[in-house]
Nanobody, 124 residues
Framework: QVHLVESGGGLVQAGGSLRLSCAAS????????MGWYRQAPRKQRELVAI???????NYADAVKGRFTISRDNAKNTVYLQMNGLNPEDTAAYYC??????????????????WGQGTQVTVSS
């Protein structure tokens, strides 16, 4: 199986910073796009940031200028640096990786794989 392990969430005051990490391991063979979603209470899950294999990035309008996504291809790891946090950023953050993985003796599968989520809470 493919495992995505997240870390870096926590409780922070408004104006503070956090850095999230997400590492893919296991049967992953190659990774294309990686990124982050978040889901706040009473809200739909929304895309926060994405990064392609060539390093191209895109951000939700709400986080532009405050968040930075990056990746280390050698480690199959994606990061999210979050600066200038405010209470509206409070949510569970989920990383994803899209790529090819070995799913059987002679089978590979292209799919999207998800981390377990990490909670970010910003107090006012």
């Amino acid at each position: 199986q493919v495992h995505l392990v997240e870390s870096g969430g926590g409780l922070v005051q408004a104006g503070g910073s956090l850095r999230l990490s997400c590492a893919a391991s296991g049967s992953i063979l190659s990774v294309n796009g990686m990124g982050w979603y978040r889901q706040a209470p009473r809200k739909q899950r929304e895309l926060v940031a994405i990064i392609s294999s060539d390093g191209s990035t895109n951000y939700a309008d709400a986080v532009k200028g405050r968040f930075t996504i990056s990746r280390d291809n050698a480690k199959n790891t994606v990061y999210l640096q979050m600066n200038g946090l405010n209470p509206e950023d409070t949510a569970a953050y989920y990383c994803y990786a899209r790529g090819w993985a070995k799913v059987g003796e002679n089978t590979q599968q292209l799919d999207t794989y998800w981390g377990q989520g990490t909670q970010v809470t910003v107090s006012s």
